[in-house]
């Protein structure tokens, strides 16, 4: 039975807390109106010692009323009659459980207009019938659509007036327990304030030597950025005069080789031409003697056709030279177009080049020239062709001449061929002079680079500083809030001292309000058994219900 005693009170085990959360409860009592109100329901799990039977407590109380109680007490024999009576297919270890789901539901449907689950505290206990006064009932209902369906119905007893100042002092007691404990962690909140201030302390100090070095960084890296570009843009002046002086100074060593080459064509093309005026005496001379070497002409029919195979040869070599010349102007042209692109900015160059192409013109007339004297004397050759001994001579002479144009067209060529060749030279030495000079803008552009990465890296040092004061700010928040807390701590321990010093003498404690509360906290009331009569179908219920033990009060 729930009333046998086992083992004695100094081996009791601490009662284990199971559930403890408001339920809406719909109240059905004498001493009050019917309606529905968030009771807390408290259902702990104890036993004397812990080889004894274990005991299931529930108390039902309200935090509007410090008076309200109902308590019930189940043990481990009192289940076996519970779950036979209302066929319950748990067992008693499991039976809690089952009860706290019950208990769920209620709450999660407490919001509804109608709920499906409701708890129901009823003034008198109905079972076939029959009542028993000074009891109630705590019921579990569901509704469904065809009916209302009882779960399970617990019969509870109301607490007296000792019951009620028992159970507010075992509150009591444990309400000073808590508060000890928030004094525990008041005292480690403050330790580890102070940690936290330290902690601060430091990163602030760390701040501030961070900023002194941001700004000797940004210092140095602002005079290092202007000795650079300092030095830079010097370079760049001394190799853009040096560059500026050169030009100037090839520029006059070509004009000065022109002038040179312009005035020896000058004396050739004035020789050449005391060379044809002889020459055109010379025709006059021969057609005077044509006449005379007409009756000769059979006997040099061979001769001629010597000289014709040489006049093909000559016709020959002079395309193969016209080629040649016509490949040098194709060249020249060609180094012209490169020349006009490399000095787009220089027109002087343009004019020599010009000059040149003038000169190559001329160059060209003089050879056509040439070939008209050739032409002229191999005439003069046919005409005199009846005198074989004079011709012979005249060809000698002839072919010398020819040997002699072929020689300058030669050396002309070389002077072109020079003349190419000292442009390339120009070329090759503007494409140096233009490689110098990227070189220079690559170098300016290296050092943009530099300054570029040195203020990506001052923005990220003050990136850095921004986040560090942002986690200052983040830890005098904390400290704050901590003190807030503090704070909180310091008035709940105020409240429950002056309510430890308010709490009235046992024998005003029914007329006067206690300064307690009641909370879903862990507590526990130690107590003896008592056996209550029930009744089912007019026999004794061994039902049994154990009231608290009483526990004297402070100051008593």
Known sequence: MASTTCGSASQAVEPSLLYSRN?????????????????????????????????????????????????????????????????ILVDFSTFPSKFVELLEACVAHGTDDNPKFIAVLSGNCHVDGSSVPGESMLSIVETNLFKQLSHIALRFRPGNDSATKRHLATRLIESKGHASKLSEQLLASEAANAERSSEVASLQTRVAQMEVAETALRAELGSTHAEA???????????????????????????????????????????????????????YELDGKVSELSAKLGSADGELEMLRDAKAKWTKEQKELEKAMRAGEKTLAERDAKLAQVQSQNAERDEQIKLLKTQLKQAESYLKSVEGSLEQTKGSAQKSEAERESLREEHGKTSKTVETLT????????????????IAQQENLLEERQAALTDALRKGSSLEASLSDARSKEASAQATADERRAKIEECQELLSSNQ???????????????????????????????????????SHIPATSASLPMTSGGGPSRYTFRPSIAIPLAGK
Do not use: M
């Open 407 to 422: 020689t300058e067209n030669k050396s002309l060529k070389a002077k072109i061929k020079l003349k190419s060749a000292v």
């Open 484 to 522: 807030r807390l503090i704070s909180w701590l310091n008035s709940q321990v105020n409240e429950a001292q002056l309510g430890r010093i308010g709490v009235p003498s046992r024998a005003s404690f029914g007329s006067t309000t206690l300064p307690v509360h009641a909370s879903a906290t862990t």
């Open 229 to 283: 570009l300092a030095l830079a843009r010097a370079e760049a002046l001394k190799e853009t005069i040096e560059t500026k002086q050169q030009y100037e100074q090839d520029k006059s060593a070509l004009e000065a080789h022109h002038r040179t080459s312009e005035e020896g064509l000058r004396r050739r093309v004035t020789e050449l031409e005391r060379e044809v005026k002889t020459l055109t005496d010379r025709k």
């Open 23 to 87: 339920v809406p409860v719909k109240l059905s009592l004498a001493s009050r109106d019917d309606r529905t109100e968030l009771l807390t329901v408290r259902i702990t799990l104890s036993a004397a010692s812990a080889t004894c039977a274990k005991t299931l407590r529930v108390h039902i109380t309200s935090e509007e009323d410090a008076f309200f109680l109902h308590s019930l007490e189940v043990s481990e024999e009192d289940f076996q009659s519970l779950k036979a009576e209302q066929s």
